[in-house]
């Protein structure tokens, strides 16, 4: 069985409407596995040799479509930070704008978050206070601050966070356990 190329021999330009209808196909498979931001859909698009006007029509097409959706999708990462990681607005904003979101769509998004940080910093820290128990209490005020931080809370919301789980904690007292006493 032979197949035969229908393209003229030394013709090696590629039709446009397949790049993009090949591009748009590529951009759908990474969509079924993730969602996307508009930007990180650009840099999908860019990938496969279209210009700035093919990209443009492709993420229109998207739009108009609902398979992009910026606002969309940074309420799904907000919740997500939020419930899943324990995160605070600091994480929860830096992790949007890698993605690529806009401020404005970040703002938004995080504007519709309860301002309850100082409450989500202290459950957070009381669950890693427990297995901070073996440690004396400044070095386990540093690691759970170190903790604190990477989620994206900071200063005074951190700092009153893991003083009161690790007071909770009994840290800083004489705990219930073996004691040694000096005998004359």
Not at 72 to 82: I, S, Y
């Amino acid at each position: 069985m032979s197949f035969v190329d229908d393209r003229i021999p030394g013709d090696d330009a590629l039709d446009p409407v397949e790049v993009r209808k090949a591009a748009a196909e590529s951009l759908v498979r990474k969509l079924r596995t993730r969602s996307l931001s508009v930007s990180e859909a650009r840099q999908v698009l860019r990938t496969h040799g279209l210009d700035g006007t093919q990209i443009d029509d492709v993420i229109d097409d998207f739009l108009r479509r609902r398979y992009l959706d910026d606002h969309e999708l940074a309420q799904m990462l907000v919740a997500a930070g939020v419930d899943r990681k324990g995160q605070g607005r600091v994480a929860i904003s830096r992790s949007l704008s890698q993605r690529g979101i806009p401020r404005d769509v970040i703002a938004a998004a995080l504007d519709e978050l309860p301002d309850d940080d100082a409450e989500r910093a202290l459950e957070f820290a009381r669950t890693k206070a427990r297995s901070l128990s073996r440690l004396d209490h400044d070095t386990a005020l540093r690691r759970l601050l170190g903790q604190l931080a990477r989620r994206g809370y900071g200063g005074s919301v951190a700092t009153n966070a893991a003083k009161t789980a690790l007071n909770e904690a009994s840290f800083g007292t004489k705990s219930s356990g073996v004691r040694f006493v000096e005998s004359d």
